[in-house]
């Protein structure tokens, strides 16, 4: 049985109910169901404009539109646009790709409309790629709800 810890400084937010037992994590890891596909979230207040965005100007494939979400295929995974009235202003990256080739993919967004975001501070290329201390080249974009999306090429 697990349990909520108070106070999260003292301990993470949730323990084994019965401390001093010989039941560890990975113990109780294994009697939980395997978690191995995860779905991807992101929202709208616009879901016309943001499934041309993600089919057309991403080429993600649409696989549905339900009452409460856009749904593509991104992968292998499943990403659900949600359907908001509204939606706050979020200031860090929601969702991202990895990709063999940023320069090649930035440019073909640019071709589709879509801008790279610049940041003041960081030395961007005249692509608007960024290199980060690891190698990993980064490159951002908004959405038509003004979500942050990125696109990383790691270093081979």
Request: glycine share 6%; hydrophobic share 40%; with cysteine.
């Amino acid at each position: 049985m697990l349990t909520r810890t108070p106070n999260c400084n003292a301990a993470p937010a949730w323990s084994l109910a019965r401390p001093g037992t010989e039941d560890t994590l990975a113990k109780v890891r294994r009697k939980i169901m395997k978690l191995d596909t995860p779905i991807l979230f992101a929202a709208t207040t616009n879901s016309k404009q943001s499934r041309k965005f993600y089919e057309e100007a991403l080429g993600l494939e649409f696989v549905a539109d339900d009452p409460y979400a856009l749904v593509f295929r991104t992968g292998r995974l499943q990403l659900r646009i949600q359907k908001v009235n509204r939606k706050p202003k979020i200031k860090y990256t929601v969702l991202g790709w990895v990709v063999t080739d940023i320069q090649k993919t930035v440019r073909q967004l640019s071709k589709a409309g879509i801008e790279v975001m610049r940041y003041d501070g960081l030395d961007q290329d005249a692509d608007g790629v960024w290199q980060a201390p690891s190698g990993a080249r980064v490159a951002w974009f908004h959405d038509p709800d003004d979500n942050t999306l990125s696109l990383t090429e790691y270093p081979r």
